[in-house]
């Protein structure tokens, strides 16, 4: 997976990120194909970021289906299709807390022994 950040004008960001899965096993004697997806999210930050509005849309490509196949003994199996991965959501968050942390030094001094 790969995620990428983009920052446009207004202070509004643009998110791309991506998934690959392999050809990995599904069942006992099923293989499922490699398959992956894309998704896209335009978000904007208020109030040093403790609000957040989000639209986001999943496997724009419609690429993540569910291929697989097998064979055990006479039975050769094949199956495929798509789940419901393409979505469109609105979300929107806000942080009511807020909470510094400070920082810690720390001197390991087997370090210096060695």
């Given at each position: 997976?790969?995620?990428?950040?983009?920052?446009?004008?207004?202070?509004?960001?643009?998110?791309?990120?991506?998934?690959?899965?392999?050809?990995?096993?599904?069942?006992?004697?099923?293989?499922?194909?490699?398959?992956?997806?894309?998704?896209?999210?335009?978000?904007?930050?208020?109030?040093?970021?403790?609000?957040?509005?989000?639209?986001?849309?999943?496997?724009i490509f419609h690429?993540?289906?569910?291929?697989?196949?097998?064979?055990?003994?006479?039975?050769?199996?094949?199956?495929?299709?798509?789940?419901?991965?393409?979505?469109?959501?609105?979300?929107?968050?806000?942080?009511?807390?807020?909470?510094?942390?400070?920082?810690?030094?720390?001197?390991?001094?087997?370090?210096?022994?060695?």
């Open positions: 997976s790969a995620t990428n950040s983009i920052f446009l004008p207004a202070g509004i960001t643009l998110e791309v990120s991506g998934r690959y899965y392999s050809k990995r096993q599904g069942g006992s004697y099923e293989v499922s194909k490699s398959t992956g997806s894309v998704d896209v999210d335009l978000n904007k930050s208020w109030y040093d970021g403790r609000m957040r509005l989000s639209l986001l849309m999943t496997d690429t993540e289906r569910w291929d697989s196949y097998g064979i055990k003994d006479a039975l050769n199996i094949s199956s495929w299709g798509y789940g419901e991965s393409r979505k469109v959501m609105l979300r929107f968050s806000y942080s009511f807390g807020k909470q510094k942390f400070e920082k810690v030094d720390k001197n390991i001094e087997e370090l210096n022994r060695l």
